[in-house]
T-cell receptor, first 117, second 114 residues
C-alpha cells in the first residue's frame, strides 16, 4: 500500500522556539495533503489543507501565521509551528491523497508528537 | 456540513466474541464513510470505506460495516474478536465532492479480554 512518512516522530522543544514537521508521500505524488491535530484521548481535528504550489487553506480557528504550511513539491509538505507554547503540545498527523482513476484514497502518516516545555 | 457520532467511547469484549462499534452520521448529501483504526504509536489504517456502491462493505481483518441510509448509521462489526483488534477506532465522513478533508468521530476504544 501507499506509504506516508513523517519526520520527526517526536520532538521536544522550548517555549518560544519553532519546530518544523515534514510529511512525505514515499511512493506516489500528492497534490493535496492535510494536517490534523490530535490531543490526548481525543479525535483528529483538521487544521489545514495543503495544496502543492499554492497557499494552504486553514480551518476556522487555526492561526495561519502560527502554523506555517509549505507544499513545495508533489511529495513533501511541511508544517512549522512558530513560537511554540505548551498549549501547542499535541500529536500532529498528516495525510496525503492518492488518486487512482476517479478514486481518491487518503493515506495517513504515523504522526509527530510535539512537546513544548 | 457533515458530522459523525460514535455512540460508545469504550467497548470491551472477550476474545472470540462479536464486535459491534456504533456510528451515526449526519450529512446533507450522499456521504462517503470510512472506518479507520489507530494502534498505539502507529499511524491510522483504513479498515473499509463506503462510497455509494454496495451497502455492505467488507474490509480488512474480517471487519465489515453496513450503510443504512434510513437509520443514518454505519456500524462496524466483526464476528469474532482477536486480541490484536484492541485499538482505537474512528468512524469518518468525507467532505462534499471537491473537498476531500475528513471529519472524524470521537473514537471508540476497543478492549479485548482474553
Amino acid at each position: 500500500g501507499a506509504v506516508v512518512s513523517q519526520h520527526p516522530s517526536w520532538v521536544i522543544c522550548k517555549s518560544g522556539t519553532s519546530v518544523k514537521i515534514e510529511c512525505r508521500s514515499l511512493d506516489f505524488q500528492a497534490t493535496t495533503m492535510f494536517w490534523y491535530r490530535q490531543f490526548p484521548k481525543q479525535s483528529l481535528m483538521l487544521m489545514a489543507t495543503s495544496n502543492e504550489g499554492s497557499k494552504a487553506t486553514y480551518e476556522q480557528g487555526v492561526e495561519k501565521d502560527k502554523f506555517l504550511i509549505n507544499h513545495a513539491s508533489l511529495t513533501l509538505s511541511t508544517l512549522t509551528v512558530t513560537s511554540a507554547h505548551p498549549e501547542d503540545s499535541s500529536f500532529y498527523i498528516c495525510s496525503a491523497i492518492r488518486t487512482s482513476g476517479s478514486e481518491d484514497t487518503q493515506y495517513f502518516g504515523p504522526g509527530t508528537r510535539l512537546t513544548v516545555l | 456540513a457533515q458530522s459523525v457520532t460514535q455512540l460508545d467511547s469504550h467497548v470491551s469484549v472477550s476474545e472470540g466474541t462479536p464486535v459491534l462499534l456504533r456510528c451515526n452520521y449526519s450529512s446533507s448529501y450522499s456521504p462517503s464513510l470510512f472506518w479507520y483504526v489507530q494502534h498505539p504509536n502507529k499511524g491510522l489504517q483504513l479498515l473499509l470505506k463506503y462510497t455509494s456502491a454496495a451497502t455492505l462493505v467488507k474490509g480488512i481483518n474480517g471487519f465489515e460495516a453496513e450503510f443504512k441510509k434510513s437509520e443514518t448509521s454505519f456500524h462496524l462489526t466483526k464476528p469474532s474478536a482477536h486480541m490484536s483488534d484492541a485499538a482505537e477506532y474512528f468512524c469518518v465522513v468525507s467532505g462534499r465532492a471537491g473537498r476531500r478533508a475528513l471529519t472524524f468521530g470521537s473514537g471508540t476504544r476497543l478492549q479485548v479480554q482474553p
